[in-house]
């Protein structure tokens, strides 16, 4: 009778679930641990983000900049017996939610991996597509009135009239409110070669970090906060090299199309739970490590 009693008080108790930063939910729990970081939160199933205050967190913890490698697009498509180029399909429109929903969390700049100098090597089928994609894009893209676009990358592989549309969307776009860069025919290892060259072009004899910097294509924005890799992959393929140096990395393991608002949620909720050192020590110590 004693135990009975226990359960149906608790039963009229809210139940905190517990998340391990990457979406899941874990079993509930009656009391906070102590020991690694967690977060408790109640879970509204109507709704579609983890929890209401994402927008809050992200600004406590500096995020201002999110890059993102979309990886998975083929293999969601072959898991389906659908060909790799409905894959693209589906990774572009969620791409186009993904980009509205951090903008409505604050977050100011946004990178998307969207075609690599090694993407070339793939089917012409595929690469025709993800380029009409692209074209596709560029059209709807002009429904966005607070979003400034900027296409990085090496542009003299693009054909002309699609170079020529990138070319005016950006100049359309030009100083607006929120900055997306999209990636096209890009390579970590290309563009650092590109910022010496041109720094080598305007005179230098002695190369600094300053330099490149000033030559990247991303010279005008501040370097990503965080980069997150979808499709269960761990590694950052030729993706911002220089500019990923103390980024934070947040791996997910589901494909690029099924990652939704609740997997952004949990990557900035991983960040905000981050130390960023920047090769130093906590704030908080002293230069012997003592508090």
């Known amino acids: 009778m004693l135990k009975r009693s226990i359960r149906l008080r608790l039963k009229k108790k809210p139940i905190l679930w517990r998340y391990n930063f990457d979406g899941v939910r874990r079993p509930p729990v009656r009391k906070v641990l102590t020991g690694a970081p967690l977060v408790f939160m109640f879970f509204n199933f109507k709704r579609k983000k983890i929890c209401d205050n994402v927008s809050e967190i992200a600004r ?13 697009n083929g293999r969601w498509a072959t898991n389906k017996g659908l060909p790799r180029e409905a894959g693209h399909s589906a990774g572009a429109k969620n791409f186009r939610t993904v980009v509205r929903y951090c903008k409505s969390i604050g977050i100011e700049y946004i990178t998307a991996y969207a075609f690599s100098t090694e ?4 089917p012409k089928r595929e690469v025709d597509a993800i380029m009409r994609l692209l074209d596709t894009y560029i059209d709807e893209a002009r429904e966005e009135d607070d979003v400034e676009y900027i296409f990085i990358g090496d542009r003299g592989r693009i054909e002309v009239p699609l170079a020529e549309r990138m070319d005016m969307l950006e100049s359309m776009t030009k100083g607006r409110k929120y900055r997306l ?4 025919n890009y390579g970590g290892r290309d563009e650092i070669v590109h910022a010496v060259n041109r720094a080598v072009q305007n005179g230098k004899t002695h190369i600094e970090a300053s330099d490149i910097d000033a030559g990247l294509y991303t010279s005008a924005c501040p370097d990503p906060d965080l980069v997150v890799r979808t499709g269960d992959e761990y590694r950052i393929s030729n993706f ?6 103390y980024s934070e990395l947040y791996f997910s393991p589901k494909l690029w199309p099924d990652f939704g608002i609740r997997d952004v949620d949990a990557a900035v909720l991983d960040f905000s739970g981050r130390k960023r050192r920047f090769g130093g020590l906590d704030r908080e110590k002293n230069t012997d490590g003592r508090k």
């Not at 993407?119 to 793939?122: D, G, L, M, Q, V």
């Open 119 to 122: 993407n070339w090597k793939r």
């Open 60 to 72: 406590a913890s500096g995020l201002r900049h999110i890059a993102f490698i979309m990886d998975g």
């Open 240 to 245: 911002l090299l220089w500019q990923s140096a």
């Open 181 to 184: 860069n999209i990636a096209i």
